[in-house]
Structure formats: C-alpha cells, structure tokens
C-alpha cells in the first residue's frame, strides 16, 4: 500500500525566510497530493492541493511541485509569518478506492 | 451547514471499556475516514468507507470495528479499551471517483484509556 515519509519533521525559520517541508510516495498510482494546516485544538484544514497532470501550483505565498519520476512533492511557504506556524501534513491518494495517506507532519515555527 | 461533526469531544475510559466515536457529515460526500493522532507518528489511517455498505481497512485497523450507518454517518467503536488507543481521534470526508477532491476534518475527540 501507499507509504507518505514527510522531512523535516520540526523547522524553525525566522519571519520573512522562507520554509520548505518535502514529501516523498510510494505508490506510483497516487495522482492527488494535498498538502494541511493544522493549528493547535483544531482539525487539519487544506491550503493547497496539486494532481498528477499538473508540476507546479501557486496561491500567493505558497506553492507545491510535484515530480512523478523521483516520486516526490514539496511546500514552499516564501515570506513567512508568526501566523504560519503550525503543523503541516502532507498527503497521497489515487482515485480508485478513496484511500488517503498523510505523512509524519512538519512542526513549523516562524520567530518574530 | 456544520460540516463534519465528532461526538464526544472528550472521554475518558477504563482498560478494558468499550464505546463508540460518533461522526456525521452534511456535505453528502461518498468517503468518510478515520484517523488516530500520535506525537510524531502524524494522521494514521484506521480504516475508511468509499461508499455506503462498504469499510475498508486502513493502516492500524487492529483493535477498531467500523460501521458506515448511511451516507452521513461513520462511526468507530472500540469493542475492548487499551492504554495504546490513547491518542486524538479524527474523522473526516470527502468526494471520491472521478477527481478526488479535498478531505474535510472534524474537531477531534481526546480519547485516554487509564
């Protein structure tokens, strides 16, 4: 079955750096990678998500590259903010049965 | 629209206890999930239901029945408590077949096992 290992699993950087957490998969049927924010108490929420067909996706100050070849994705968060830290897990499924796998997490702290 | 609600949001039980970890969603999406939370272990994946009348296993199925009661209600039960299933419980949803589309997370219930 699909197999997400997700690095760094803490990252401090300071505010305006920029951070990136990298993600690698197993299963080469996986076309849908998700990547979450998840604030303390609180459930794990999207903030961006990148499919197979596509290298690249941007939304401001973050964005997410896939290689299919290496099997790897990546978040990019450019100009960090305090507001930033949180957890973030990144994710793989395919869409033959639904099933949908997370990585380790990434603790984020961004420094004032 | 309340999205995906997890009934209790806190319990404690005693070794050996049973219960089960209630879950409804109002979105009308096929998939529905549940996942444990550990400190570095990340979101593991119990076991999903990709469709009404079906479950599937999922990564740490041991210890866990699952029921997909209708197309809004997924429910976990522990049928006999362990110290290990301390741990952040979430259930989630989403859509599935054709393009898969982003999973929606309930607010988690604490569950420890003494």
């Known amino acids: 079955g699909e197999n997400v290992e997700q690095h760094p699993s803490t990252l401090s950087v300071q505010e305006g750096d920029s951070a990136v957490i990298k993600c690698t998969y197993s299963?080469?049927?996986?076309?849908?990678f998700p990547w979450y924010k998840q604030e303390l108490g609180k459930g794990p929420q999207l903030i961006i998500d990148i499919r197979s067909n596509v290298g690249e996706k941007k939304d401001q100050r973050i964005a997410v590259t896939l290689n299919k070849t290496a099997k790897h994705f990546s978040l990019h968060i450019t100009e960090t903010q305090p507001e930033d830290s949180a957890v973030y897990f990144c994710?793989?499924?395919?869409?033959?049965?639904?099933?949908?796998?997370f990585g380790q997490g990434t603790e984020l702290s961004v420094k004032p | 629209n309340a999205g995906v609600t997890q009934t209790p949001k806190f319990q404690v039980l005693k070794t050996g206890q049973s219960m089960t970890l209630q879950c409804a969603q109002d979105m009308n999406h096929n998939s529905m999930y549940w996942y444990r939370q550990d400190p570095g272990m990340g979101l593991r994946l119990i076991y999903y239901s990709a469709s009404e009348g079906t479950t599937d296993k999922g990564e740490v199925p041991n210890g866990y029945n699952v029921s997909r009661l209708n197309k809004r209600e997924f429910s976990l039960r522990l049928e006999s408590a362990a110290p290990s299933q301390t741990s952040v419980y979430f259930c989630?949803?989403?859509?599935?077949?054709?393009?898969?589309?982003?999973?929606?997370f309930g607010q988690g219930t604490r569950l420890t096992v003494v």
């Open positions: 299963d080469s049927a996986s076309n849908y």
């Open positions: 994710a793989a499924s395919d869409n033959q049965g639904g099933k949908l796998i």
């Open positions: 989630a949803s989403r859509r599935t077949g054709g393009q898969d589309t982003e999973a929606f």
